[in-house]
């Protein structure tokens, strides 16, 4: 199933009225406050997200997992959904693949299908913390971090060959998640785990071709639930150093203690130049890899506020390869990352409205209620009028979710793949 | 220093005709939706929040305190301090007492200044979590649930003196805050405190005038750090119930757990009629008693969307008394205390825009994802001309803060009362 | 594969001599402090830890499970499992049932099989938070909380089917969990799904034969990750006096927030006599279902502290169902709860050895450094061999773990049952 | 007053033989299993902790303070306090000064006293997070971090003049704790905050003589409460890899996010040979700033055995510098601290006592059960009798606490000074 952008233009004609009204009343009042809203329009127009491969069927819990209809299957199925809500929301341009779930049997295939939806590969994901069908190695007591050598070969050896399968279809990064870490006090060695992983990256990131990055994520916990070999922002930074200029922390807003001060650490890692990658998501208690922004979405805010700066004020840093990391485990899955398209997207005009030279001023005259009132100035501004519009401008549709529910896209992937597809993956 | 309405509407008149375009360019979208927006302006302007007199000074940390130039000293200035926050907002018509610091000498004579300055008495909060000057018994090992005799009577007592003191301003409800606990595991008998607790809790409950309320505050740690008596809403409720119909439960924002549903209790408690009291503020990390609405507004809109559910399904529940309970570290408290009873109408406003009809209708088609779509749209409305609007017809000012500091009241205030004023209280 | 007495004499015996010199040496110890050394090694004796059927696998997480070799692969199998625990530990003379997970085909012979394995049938668990093949409704938007009243009805009835199965074994008592709540605000209305889960459980309650108890459990989130309809004991506790007098709340001590005190929430259940059951893991971050005390021994510790108060103080309450709750995602599953066992049996022994009078006494006097040094002058004691005593003298072994090793139990097992064999269940 | 060797020896004469025989029973099983007994109780007797000036009397919290009678007015008495705890212990040879509260009249005079009573000075704490008396600029918006240049200075002169007077005593080491960041979000900018605090940390190790070194202190939060400059060890490792070799990070087992694994960052800290000092206390829910072991012993013996690991296997890691950081609210300091030296201690022996070489072993293979029976066996055991023994060689009270009450100490402390002295400090 594919959505023309004729379908689009249709559902958009009964609310493009009322969108101009609200869009010209808006710029007229930014306009009057020195905002240039085409920059703004064009901004947004330009941001665009990866849709991880994984996250287009249902997700679960270690209770169990209730499936969704119409779930693909395959990795073309796969592309085809990214395409559909890359047609609505001109949003998401990129997919980012998880290997072994995704390994195209025809490459040339699988790259014209994403050039037909408008899409090119992100970052590409490594998998050592499942056992593969007819592995050598278990990775049950780590991977990269493993006390056996056989094991942090293997593991070594799965992340070269990512890496190929990514060349060939003009990915430009690979995104490093470790699960590696221990169940109970006493069962790793901390300084050992730690050196194990640190020269298992290094020998990943030999392999690494000129032009691209590795990226490598933190996480407190879960699945180990005593330790995690990189646990925080902090070992990350240390080992990315340790491997390279091409090697960066990845931040995922889920994997962080509670009430941590997330945007503190995207301001530091943008200053030292190493923020490569950005994993969203909202959560209320820990990797609840919520629909993002629908927990926190001041907090998300914050963040984009420190993202907003420090690619103005940052040269040093790469700009940095977004992706969607969320699951769904009671949402249509499609319906679900339009939803967290419009939140980033929200949350990222917002910040863009902030008035920095004013917030510089009251900064240095320590005018902590004028500080406060900028940036609540630019959060309270409805900004949705200018998301549409840089979606109308696109191709994309007013409003997503509408336009899918109208266009009956859930019912016509049943219709083509069956109630009972199962996405494969997770 | 008073402020007159003239000088209000002279202020406003600079930025009316910009708030006139504003306000009918919104009452027409919501119009279009539906929604009355006369009566969510009157409402709004209905809406009345108690300042706690402890609030107008500078707060502090157990790591000192940075004092705040031109500080009320007296409960005279306290009043007036309230009073111009009240012409300024038209929102903060109440004001709430803290025994022993705020002891009136003349009560008519108070009670003629809170007229003049429009306020009532809200709730009087008594306080045994210090030891005062004299007092016969220390509260170093609890108050209320002291193992010694002596002291539970003392704190008996005390409430009841405060009581006493309430009745002759026109107040109607004590507010009983129990810093009760202990800091170390052995400390305390749980049962025993509990106990004794609950009999000194009915022992004020029967000195109560016929048509008083009694809350009961709970909070899980600080002062204490090992264990407090009523630690949580549960204990809490049960100690109401113990006590009888004219006892509650008040929540405080701040006392709760990392990551506790609040929205929730709140529900609950109303569904049970023992909702009594609310305090607003704002926190990250513990009981911060941050600016209200500064770190998470969402959370505020989703407590809100269940006062404004239970105020209209609930009738079983009192009208609750709502207060701010911020401490000021760094800010102008009179500018702090203006920016959370803004928080607080924007989030009251925007619970008032949840479409109810169409939201029940999603739930029992468990439609998860509109359920959310409904919570958003009315929260990622800009809900400022409506505070505006309101405030214009009670005769307060369009931008409170603005007017505040163009009428340079701080500056008047420190001409008052000098800069190195002191205010009473902790 | 069964463990006889003589095996176990007969690995106990190289060590005995030593145990006994120990054992001496503490007792006399001990007795020279006032205690009675017999009575608690009785009482440790005495004391039986439940073992649920479907821990006797290995356990995962939402990131995949690594199997272990030799599980057990039906009921039979289970109640073997628990039989080979109990003849080492005499700690686990109980298995709790999971249905639809474990319901049995021949009644008769698998209550012949228990009894042979000296165990008896605790409380039976009912499952809504998963879908069964097959089943006209489904649990992905909740079970007795459900808008939909066929799939309240639904589970209504799977719980009193529960409750007939368990009759048919002899357990005495059913538990609720309910997965209930959910992953967005927004899409509970909380009083009604309150309302509707109070509903269901009274009409549960009904069936629930004379000499029955039903426990509710309650669990502040996940598999939800906003909201969780039984989110606290508080809650737990409102619907238990609903029900009534056979009603009571069961405490998992993995289902807090962060920081909770849960000793506290022990001793308020058992002094209003609602603490019906109580489930034993250990966690540092969520509900990780941890080897009991692997963690924070002294939190178990002190939680044994309320429990043995309470049992003596607190002829209200019932005696409590002890089941332990864990999941063993990288441990041979029997091996883990030999070592739960062993840490529940000290944190009850060190428990008893607090002197209460002494305690009490330090308690009126507001002396809390000697309060605390009472409490941990219990802790710090080694009372491994009072745990060791009482094995011996019950036919179990000196060294569990080191006996199951030496007795080559696993080795057995998966010759009986094959490597590759697979928990039913979870 | 001053407590002799002989009045010691008296007190112990009492209890020697019972002790006697537990040690030699403990002794004896140690050494079965191949530990060197010897050598550990000498290795605890080795072991010595600074008391901090700040800790000799009553803290409070920001709802008060209730004071201990016979606190210790000045710094004379506070050295003559530290004495009077290191007599009974013999641990506790070195007291830290916090200036401004600290700075001594006659330094020949101090230092003799110190001597006199077997003391060190141990690293010397700055203060910029309260304003002195006539100090020309304020600390309520930042010292080290702040956006005025004037204050950046004032707050680096005086770490300048911190050391001067250090260096004067014997002091070899610099803490620096900023409180520095913010309370609202836009407050501050974080990588200025970062530039400055970098810049001025850099110029205050200009000025650190040759054989000092500088410990920066991190912490999450309080007394801000949205952000703190060094919020975690990631960053203060930053900074002191900016500042140079000489500067390192120090660790407070208070300052962490809930549910870290601090062992785990000790680990790291040491094998990059940056772990400089160590503050210890207790806590449950936040910097509670407890007696040391009186919540979470077993992380206490978890963090001892990465510091035990690290002192044998990191020569690039210097001794790292002990103190007691905790805040004696509702108890007698002495006695307080009396309690945290012992389970320092008593955590250090039994981390002492790990099988070092089997638990490597036990990592090699994987085997997990074993991992922890090792860890746990280690902390089961009863080491009190170690540190008895160790103090009767050392010439320390075999019951610290026991002796402190029986010697009347507090009592001869307030006949000294009277009962309302009040501490100078916080």
């Known amino acids: ?54 996250a287009l069927g249902a997700g679960g819990t270690r209770f169990g997992r209730f499936s969704y209809f119409g779930e693909p299957s395959n990795l073309e199925q796969k592309i085809n959904d990214v395409g559909i809500i890359h047609s609505l929301t001109q949003t998401a341009g990129a997919i980012s693949l998880h290997i072994p779930w ?12 994403a050039a037909a939806n408008h899409l090119v590969f992100d970052a590409v994901n490594s998998n050592t913390f499942q056992d593969q069908k007819d592995a050598k190695e278990s990775y049950k007591y780590g991977s990269l971090s493993n006390v056996n050598k056989g094991v942090r070969d293997q593991a ?8 190929e399968i990514g ?4 990915s430009k990064s690979l995104t490093v998640w470790l699960a590696d870490g221990s169940n109970f006090p006493g069962q790793n060695n901390f300084q050992t785990a730690f050196q194990y992983t640190e020269d298992s990256l290094k020998e990943i990131y030999t392999s ?30 240390m080992l990315a150093n340790a491997c390279g200029d091409k090697a960066y922390t990845l931040v995922d807003l889920g994997h962080h203690l509670p009430n941590t001060n997330i945007e503190q650490i995207v301001a530091t890692l943008m200053m030292k ?16 890899d919520s629909t993002v922004g629908s927990v926190k979405p001041y907090s998300l805010f914050l963040i984009f506020n420190e993202l907003v700066y420090g690619m103005k004020n940052n040269p040093q840093n ?29 949350a990222y005009a917002k910040a863009l409205l902030v008035d920095q030279k004013a917030l510089k001023e009251a900064q240095l005259a320590n005018d902590v209620v004028v500080c406060q009132e900028l940036l609540q100035e630019a959060y309270r501004t409805d900004v949705r009028p200018l998301l549409r519009e840089a979606r109308l401008k696109s191709g994309g549709a007013l409003h997503p979710i509408t336009a899918y529910r109208s266009l009956q896209v859930r019912e016509s992937l049943i219709e083509e793949r069956g109630k009972y597809a199962v996405a494969s993956g997770l």
């Open 167 to 170: 060349e060939k279809l003009g």
């Open 156 to 163: 070594v050896q799965h992340n070269i060959d990512v890496v």
């Open 102 to 113: 995704d390994v195209p049997e025809d490459y040339n295939a699988i790259k014209e299908l």
């Open 208 to 237: 690494l071709p000129e032009d691209w990055k590795m990226f490598i994520e933190y996480k407190p916990y879960e699945p180990n639930f005593y330790s995690t070999v990189i646990q925080d922002w902090g070992t990350s930074f």
């Open 1 to 54: 199933m594919q959505i023309s952008k004729e379908q689009i233009q249709l559902v958009n004609k009964k609310v493009e009225a009322g969108h101009e009204s609200q869009f010209n009343f808006l710029a007229q009042t930014l306009d009057s406050k020195g905002v240039d809203v085409n920059a703004v329009v064009k901004k947004l127009a330009d941001f665009q997200v990866a849709i991880p491969s994984w």
């Open 318 to 346: 790469p700009y940095p390869a977004w992706m969607i990391d969320a699951s769904h485990n009671i949402k249509d899955p499609l319906e679900d990352l339009i939803q967290s398209l419009e939140a980033i997207q929200e």
């Open 273 to 288: 130049g190493k923020l490569g990658g950005f994993h969203f998501n909202d959560s209320k208690y820990g990797d609840d």
